[in-house]
């Protein structure tokens, strides 16, 4: 922890003559875009890996009618297919796995009063009026939500408002592209639920206004600068995704 603060404060440093007292916040800004390249090439792979798993579509689809009366036939048949296509259903999640262990780092330090022994000073820094330690409870406890500090936080909830906007649009879209199952098709295994997760994700991205409200300031900051390369990378990396399929990652 000690290390992570030290690197922190070198990049704030280093921002200091542009950013002066809010270089804290910029450091941590830098630090998540930093992060959100690393993780970058894991994004791009799971883009492949969604177009390639919609490209198995109407394989699937000869599979559903061959085995209509086996679902346990189906969904062995599904598997070896993915196999035999080398397509993981599980790379969606691996971008999103790698970028955890960064918002813990910065949830911890700047939820610690003390770092190996000594105060944590980054706690009294700010971003515009509002510490980095502090949480919107705070800010509206310190003139309330048009105060200097409660002005901050309506500043960072617009900004997840309109990304969550966009991603649920975006996403909406997409969904009504995708051809709905006709009647007497054999579902697939867990169709049930992810029918049930195609209705609840689009309203996922909404879920970051509670995330910014509770956890400090710091780490509000790396979820609002995460979420939003996020919008943008998705529309980037799934725009030319055939038949809505890519609507679950685009409102991941």
Known sequence: MSLFAGLVEHIADLLDPLFHASATAAAIVLFTACVRLLVHPLSRASARGQKARAKLSPQIAELRKKHAKNPEKLQKAVMELHRKEQVSPLSGCLPSLFQLPAFFLLYHLFSNSGIGGEANTLLDHTLFAAPLGGRWTDALADGGVFGAQGLVYLGLFAIVAAVATFNYRRTKRQMAATPLPQAGDQPMPGAGAMTAMTKVMPLMSFMTLITVAVVPLAA?????????????????????????????????
Not at 222 to 251: C, F, I, K
Request: glycine fraction near 6%.
């Open 220 to 252: 509000a900051l790396y979820v609002v600068t995460s979420t939003t390369w996020s919008a943008v990378e998705r529309a980037v990396l799934y725009r030319d995704m055939p038949n809505g399929a890519g609507a679950l990652a685009a409102a991941a």
